[in-house]
Every structure is written in structure tokens, then in C-alpha cells.
């Protein structure tokens, strides 16, 4: 029994610590234990049990100990876990209180989780995508078409000579139907997933045709743009996806800086993909947030909807492209990484 329980104990896929309960000190720990934590066995070994408090918190770690202490088994307690070299992650803990040789001892099992919680995440992201798509393709159109009306009336009503009085309300008013609007376009380019605008081009030419808009746009809100396109080959682009996309970052970048600042947009060819980046000099992002960005509604902009780089995730997976998001205190970086299969465009 004593060698079954010992070969179970070192080859379990789980990490275990099995730890006596009188002195709590580490009586063995598994391969595990150790291939999850990179802890030696003859270092942990002997060691008080304070060892698993320098991988969870110290508010988790003083909640099991206190069970501890009261001789209570733990079932699938869950709580974050950091290990080197700084890797965090999800973790399920199991204590037992099991009799060998006649001494009580408590068997920690450790279930590394972090997989199924980044899954489970994802899940929830594209279910709340999905509803975002229903309500989109549902209410979206009978929502636009009275506001065009209403739109139509104020900007007719605004050139009449009695109101001439009204006309910075006029304004606001029409301001604020037409931000309506552009959420209400966010909300059905999630909901559409159009195949029919891919054609072969070349992504600087997509680029250089509204280049016009984002210098207005740079103008208007006190910035400055530049652009740094570098030599790419055709690909398979969809002209309207790229243009929202790049729209979407410009503006971001844009919103990101306080005072007068400038925004970059460059592309270049990187191994197998084509990048398209754009690189401003905000504040940066903080790390608890970056990971969040991206989930529809999610902002941490005043009158910000969550839908813009919703927008984009959706853009990115329709052309096969990777979204990545590099942030520091001196600015930083969404780049947009096409798979590149090189087109030649057919002489006529």
C-alpha cells in the first residue's frame, strides 16, 4: 500500500505537496509540483508550508491555513497563482487529511486551470459578441432610418431664418444623432461577415486613399499624423474592413494623447506577414486593462462604447490577421499582422 500510494503520489499529473500536520513542513512534493513551480525537491523538502504562499495571495493563502488550523479538508478552492519566471495563472487547491504511519499529514493537490479559464473567458467573449451580432441584425436598420428623418428635419429647420438663434443647439443635436449613428455602425459591422469585398491590392494604396480623412481628423482634434509605409506585396484585402479598422486605431491613438501629439502609421513586411501599425504617444495602457480590450462594451473612455476594437478583432479574423497590442508609459502599439501570400495582378 505505502508503494502504490508513493508511485501514485510522484507520477500524478496534478501538483501535490503532501506537508505534516503537526509541524507543517514539506514531507515530499512531486515531479508536478516541481515542473509547475520550478522548485528542486531536496530545497522545498523540510521547508514550512509558507512555500505556497509565495505562489497565491496572501489573503488566499491565510483563508487555507486558517482551514489548516481547524483540521478542515479543502475542496476546489480557486485563486491566481504566480510562478517563475513570472507567470500567472488559475489554480484549483485540494487538501486532504490523510493517516501514514500513523501520523496525520495533509495532501495539497494543486490543479493548474489556467487553460480552461482563458477558454472560458474566449467563451464568454464570443457569446457576448454573438448577442451583439442578434441585436445588431434585429433592431439596427429600424433604429437608423427615423433618425435619418429626424437628422434631415434639424438640418433643415436649422437654416430656417427663425431660428438662426438655435444654431449651436442645432449643431449638438445633429452631433450627437450622427455618434449614435456610428455606434449603431459598429453594431452591424459586427453583426455582418462579408466575404464579397476581398480583392487583390495593396494595403499602402488602401492606406493613401483616406489618408485625407485621418490628417482632417488629426487637424480637428489638435494632433498630428504620420505615415511610414514601407515596400509590402499584394494581398487579399477587404478595402471597407481596412479603412474601419485603421479608422477605428487612428482615432484611438488620437483619444490617447493629452495636449499635442502625434500618431504613426506605418506598414512593413515582417518574415510571412504584412504589419500594419499604428503608434501613438499616450500614456500607455494599464496591464489589468489590456487584456479586457477588445470585449465588446468594455471602455474606459467617458463616451466610449467598447465597439471600436470590437470592430477590429472581428476585421482581423476575417483577413486571418493577429491583433497585438504593445503599451509602455512612452506611448504605444496596435499592429495588425496580415498573412502574406504574395498576388500578381493579371495584365488585361
Do not use: W
Not at 506585396?233 to 483619444?255: M, R, T, Y
Amino acid at each position: 500500500m505505502r508503494k502504490a500510494f508513493q508511485e501514485l503520489f510522484l507520477s500524478n499529473p496534478c501538483a501535490m505537496i503532501l506537508v505534516a500536520a503537526d509541524t507543517e513542513e514539506v514531507i515530499n512534493v512531486n515531479d508536478s509540483f516541481m515542473a509547475l513551480t520550478g522548485y528542486d525537491r531536496k530545497v522545498v523538502t523540510g521547508q514550512k508550508i509558507d512555500v505556497l504562499g509565495e505562489m497565491i495571495s496572501i489573503k488566499d493563502f491565510t483563508r487555507l491555513k486558517k482551514l489548516l488550523i481547524h483540521n478542515q479538508s479543502v475542496q476546489g478552492y480557486q485563486c491566481r497563482f504566480t510562478i517563475q519566471p513570472k507567470r500567472t495563472g488559475t489554480a484549483l487547491i485540494n487538501v486532504r487529511y490523510l493517516t501514514i504511519h500513523k501520523k496525520i499529514t495533509v495532501l495539497i493537490t494543486i490543479v493548474d486551470v489556467t487553460e480552461n479559464a482563458e477558454l472560458r473567458d474566449h467563451i464568454d467573449r464570443l457569446s457576448c459578441l454573438n448577442l451583439v451580432g442578434q441585436l445588431a441584425a434585429s433592431i439596427g436598420h429600424e433604429i437608423r432610418n427615423p433618425m435619418t428623418t429626424v437628422r434631415g428635419y434639424l438640418r433643415f429647420m436649422q437654416k430656417k431664418l427663425d431660428f438662426t438663434g438655435y444654431d449651436e443647439q442645432f449643431t449638438m443635436m445633429i452631433q450627437e444623432l450622427d455618434r449614435a449613428n456610428a455606434i449603431i455602425t459598429d453594431f452591424l459591422a459586427l453583426a455582418k461577415n462579408r466575404v464579397n469585398g476581398f480583392a487583390i491590392q495593396n494595403i499602402n494604396d488602401i492606406i493613401q486613399d483616406i489618408s485625407p480623412l485621418m490628417e482632417a481628423m488629426a487637424s480637428e482634434m489638435g494632433h498630428h499624423i504620420t505615415f511610414d509605409l514601407g515596400q509590402v506585396p499584394n494581398s487579399l484585402l477587404d478595402k471597407i474592413d481596412i479603412h474601419k479598422a485603421l479608422i477605428n486605431l487612428v482615432k484611438n491613438g488620437f483619444e490617447a494623447m493629452d495636449g499635442k501629439g502625434t500618431v504613426i502609421v506605418r506598414t512593413y513586411k515582417k518574415e510571412d506577414c504584412i504589419v500594419l501599425q499604428v503608434e501613438d504617444e499616450g500614456k500607455g495602457i494599464p496591464k489589468e486593462i489590456v487584456d479586457k480590450l477588445g470585449t465588446p462594451f468594455y471602455t474606459t473612455k467617458e463616451k466610449g462604447t467598447g465597439l471600436g476594437l470590437s470592430v477590429c478583432n472581428e476585421i482581423a479574423n476575417r483577413h486571418n490577421a493577429i491583433l497585438e497590442i504593445k503599451t509602455s508609459a512612452a506611448g504605444s502599439i496596435f499592429s495588425l499582422a496580415f498573412p502574406c501570400k504574395e498576388y500578381i495582378k493579371k495584365k488585361a
